[in-house]
């Protein structure tokens, strides 16, 4: 039996070594869970219900998982040890303790109870997830990507997060993987057209191969006030400079190293250095290597 604890809400993770910045939000798969600032009476709450009934698998799993939540790691393992001895044939527990190894830094170790729970649970999409996150931090990218389009065929509504983590994990793996990390782009921009990270992720992208009729299309839906913003104007000039607009390209990129770093309410795309050089040589050759820039950044960002 595989029991579901708790809904992710809001979790992020990177892309390369800090997994916790891509994944932004999960699928509803489980039961909301209480809030975090509660898991200690939770903990506790449980404690004494197992101080009457210490072999009681399901309360142990749960106290288990909400210490791995309050970041107990030793105290969630000793628990899941625990089921192990009372019940070895229990799969649950390979989940449960997959995702803690994988949250705690073990990714290997992670992975390998993941792969096994997976193995009877093909579907389970949170261990999907987290498995993903495992294989992301192995420097395993496509195996990430992998798992994250199962979540995408298989969830009845994915959010757009995953898309963005799938596409990105592909643009991790390098420039051979650019168009699968288009085509999961496109797919989520088809659920959702409005979805601006799924805009840019495909804009970059789309630069970064030198395709400026699926950029022009992409920047000619975009709203007048989001086009105006710093960093879409960025990949306006860059979009310019690669249609051979050189002239309106550099106008473009003096005007983004003219605009104060403290008005900004979002981080520039590409750096000072960048721009500069952009402003002074806006050929297509150097916008196309800051697109493939702007996307490596994309994947050091937490």
Not at 288 to 294: D, K, S, T, V, W
Request: net charge negative; charged share 20%.
């Amino acid at each position: 039996m595989v029991i579901c604890y708790e809904q992710p809400t809001g979790e992020r993770f990177r892309l390369a070594a800090q997994i916790t910045a891509l994944l932004l939000l999960f699928i509803s798969v489980c039961p909301t869970a209480h809030p975090h600032s509660d898991l200690q009476l939770q903990i506790d709450e449980l404690t004494v219900q197992l101080e009457h009934e210490p072999g009681n698998v399901d309360l142990l799993l749960r106290r288990g998982d909400l210490q791995r939540r309050h970041e107990n790691w030793d105290l969630a393992r000793t628990d899941f040890k625990r089921v192990r001895e009372i019940q070895p044939e229990n799969e649950t527990v390979d989940w449960l303790e997959g995702r803690l190894e994988v949250q705690s830094g073990h990714p290997s170790e992670g992975v390998r109870y993941l792969d096994r729970f997976l193995l009877t649970n093909p579907l389970q999409l949170i261990a999907l997830q987290n498995r993903a996150q495992g294989h992301l931090l192995l420097d395993q990218p496509v195996l990430a990507a992998k798992d994250l389009q199962v979540v995408i065929r298989e969830s009845d509504k994915p959010a757009p997060s995953i898309y963005s983590a799938c596409a990105l994990a592909f643009v991790e793996a390098g420039p051979g993987y650019f168009p699968a990390a288009m085509d999961v782009v496109l797919k989520g921009l088809l659920i959702f057209p409005t979805e601006i990270m799924l805009t840019g992720i495909a804009t970059d992208l789309s630069l970064a191969q030198s395709d400026t009729e699926t950029a022009s299309g992409l920047l000619a839906q975009l709203p007048d006030s989001i086009q105006q913003l710093p960093q879409w104007q960025t990949r306006i000039a860059l979009l310019d400079c690669q249609k051979g607009q050189n002239t309106s390209a550099a106008q473009r990129f003096t005007k983004a190293m003219e605009v104060s770093p403290k008005s900004r309410n979002t981080p520039d795309l590409l750096s000072e250095n960048w721009l500069a050089r952009l402003a002074s040589e806006p050929s297509a050759e150097n916008c196309q290597a800051a697109a493939l820039e702007i996307l490596n950044s994309r994947q050091r960002t937490p």
